[in-house]
């Protein structure tokens, strides 16, 4: 079966990875693949922001939060239970497997306590995924088997220079670390559902940002489709920022991108 004609609940029940298996099932239960991208500077309209029950995927930048600390962390933990919602930090880790260690595990953003999805950068070679990989499957680490990783394996701005064999690079590397990774974020889909041994899928999950309903791009390089075109080029999953956010009423906009979204999940699975 292809990516596209699966639904999110059979992908959800035969899913390896714990992380999937959640967001597979928030997702239908929501009625929502949609992403929420939070470039929001304060923990006080950050939470405002999470506070709403359209959310598959609350996505945080949680280094532009100029008073971050235990109230933000406790803000959206509590957001999270109340509305079930997942936390993505979009930190994009990119530096040797050291350091993104230190950089992901405890340090000032302690993003490992609080975000159960993070993505990395593979620009750095094998070993950011290998290192992370030891980190989240320690016996000691504390939330072993709630946390996964996206690969940043394509990006959306103007010139970008994730393409080609950096892209089919990511693929490799997702394949090899499936206890791990169970997705990327790209442009489109980049692999199609495999079934495996055991009755398992190879399945990685889609997030597709760059997702306006008004716009075609921002003066700074960005380049925007609709929810229904990042669908229909296999998008599990659509991350909006400003088209919501920034709305005049942004609670109203977050629910127009759900249903677009969700419309168009529904099409594409011919449901
Ligand atoms: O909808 P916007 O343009 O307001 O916000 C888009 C969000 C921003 C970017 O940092 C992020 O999506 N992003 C990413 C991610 C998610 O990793 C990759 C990319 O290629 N383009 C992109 O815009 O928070």
Known sequence: ASQSSKSYAQRGQAHQHPVARKLFEIAESKKSNLVVSADLEDTESLLKCADGPYIAVFKT??????????????????????????????????????????????????????????????????????????????????????????????????????????????????????????????????????????????????????????SRGDKLGQQYQTPAEAVGRGADFIIAGRGIYAAGDAVAAAKRYRDEGWNAYLQRVGG
């Open 61 to 214: 930048h949680i280094d532009v939060v100029r008073d971050f600390g235990d109230a933000t962390i406790q803000g959206l933990k509590t957001l999270a239970k109340k509305h079930n919602f997942m936390i993505f930090e979009d930190r994009k880790l990119v530096d040797i497997g050291s350091t993104v260690q230190k950089q992901y595990h405890n340090g000032a953003l302690r993003i490992s306590e609080w975000a159960d999805i993070v993505n990395l950068s593979i620009l750095s070679g094998d070993g950011i995924v290998d290192a992370l990989t030891q980190t989240i499957t320690d016996p000691g680490f504390p939330f072993r088997g709630e946390r996964g990783f996206l690969l940043l394996a394509e990006m959306t701005s103007k010139g970008s220079l994730a393409t080609g064999l950096y892209t089919s690079r990511c693929v490799d590397l997702a394949r090899s670390h499936p206890g791990s990774t169970f997705g990327f974020v790209a442009t489109r889909a980049l692999t199609t559902v495999q079934p495996q041994d055991g009755g398992r899928y190879e399945d990685f999950v889609v997030f597709t940002t760059g997702i306006n309903l008004e």
